[in-house]
């Protein structure tokens, strides 16, 4: 006989699978920072003559938008109204992230295209010993972007913008990279706003930046990143989060720990732990992303935080089981996910 743990995950999971059925474009408001992220494939054989490194023979190469876009790509594909709120470059990187968002059903409207500005580039290269490996790991990654901050008068129009989206929106999404589109004032004045209108907040924050998530509903951390924290502080994980849900007056912490789970830690409530489902786990790249799409879909829809992190869960496993990090998140892929796992705990209870 399933005990209450099992019931209450059948019976949220029954709920996420309808709700994938009929999210109806309600509008979320997204602001955060965005890149784009540049893959390139081969063959890495030999070392280098002159330095102990590989030689990467580049079979072939692909790109695309990341970060907060990546997160807008993945709101729209379940069905919902994005508003974008965004700065990137005036480069040929920016024009390649505006075509595909626009491929994707995203309005670019809200983008903020700097003129003279390069965009922010993540080059990730990746290889394998030809015939002898199946699966290439990445061999170096390279950061290019724009070497000024930038311009106050960007992140305030940025966040003016976002702010009178607000009111007629079901969640408000604010993905941090530190790259200057989200300042701590800007973060503060949307929270508030969202919180005025009883409106979910889910904020992917640095950890250096955690003031600009005062008041969410909801942050996610990696696992690793939770467990600096609880360093500092001098605590276990669980009361860590107690202390950090305390003073930052969120109601919740979703902690990503890829192959090793999920913890959801809420105010009041015991922490929850979420198992990695997957079979396979190939790559990570897009995890955060993914959580963050879950938890505005879920709690923008009227679910709890346990709900939305059990889709959270799940999208993470996606993530991990995709063949690179380049695979959107959608909702027909993660309907599928869902009604494997409910199949999953019907044969258990055999």
């Known amino acids: 006989m399933a005990d209450d743990s099992e019931i209450l995950r059948q019976e949220s999971l029954t709920r996420l699978s309808s709700l994938l059925e009929s999210i109806d474009g309600s509008k979320v408001t997204l602001i955060g920072d965005t890149m784009l ?33 990546h997160i807008a790509i993945g709101l729209t594909s379940f069905g919902m109204d994005v508003s974008f709120h965004t700065a990137i470059g005036d480069d040929i990187e920016s024009k390649s992230i505006i075509s595909t968002l626009k491929s994707m059903g995203v309005r670019s409207e809200n983008i903020i295209q700097v003129k003279d500005r390069s965009t922010l580039t993540k080059i990730r290269f990746f290889g394998s010993r030809e015939s002898l490996l199946d699966r290439s ?146 790559q990570q790249i897009g995890m955060h992303d993914a959580a963050a799409t879950s938890l505005a879909a879920a709690l923008g829809s009227g679910l709890n935080l346990y709900d939305a992190a059990l889709l959270a869960s799940a999208a993470c496993d996606c993530v991990l089981s995709a063949s690179t990090g380049r695979d959107y998140i959608d909702s027909a892929t993660l309907g599928l996910w869902l009604d494997e796992l409910a199949w999953q705990m019907r044969i258990s209870d055999r």
């Open 137 to 282: 790991q990445i061999l170096l990654q390279a950061d290019r972007g724009p070497q000024e901050p930038l311009e106050n008068s960007v992140s305030d129009s940025l966040i003016e913008s976002a702010r009178s989206n607000i009111p007629d929106s079901c969640a408000l999404v604010i993905s941090d990279y530190d790259k200057g589109v989200v300042s701590n004032d800007g973060a503060q004045t949307l929270i508030a706003t969202a919180n005025e209108k009883a409106i979910p907040v889910i904020v992917d924050p640095k950890l250096t930046g955690l003031e600009k998530s005062r008041g969410a509903t909801v942050v996610i951390f990696e696992k690793r990143g939770m467990s600096l924290l609880s360093r500092r502080i001098g605590l276990n994980d669980d009361d860590a989060a107690k202390r950090l849900l305390e003073e930052y007056s969120w109601d919740g912490i979703l902690v990503l720990g890829g192959i090793h789970g999920i913890h959801l830690h809420q105010k009041d409530h015991d922490s929850i732990f979420m198992p990695c489902m997957a079979q396979t786990a190939d």
């Open 37 to 69: 992220d540049r893959y390139h494939h081969g063959f890495a054989n030999n070392l280098n003559s002159t330095a102990p490194v590989p030689v990467l023979k580049i079979l072939d190469s692909d790109e695309s938008p990341g970060a907060s876009a």
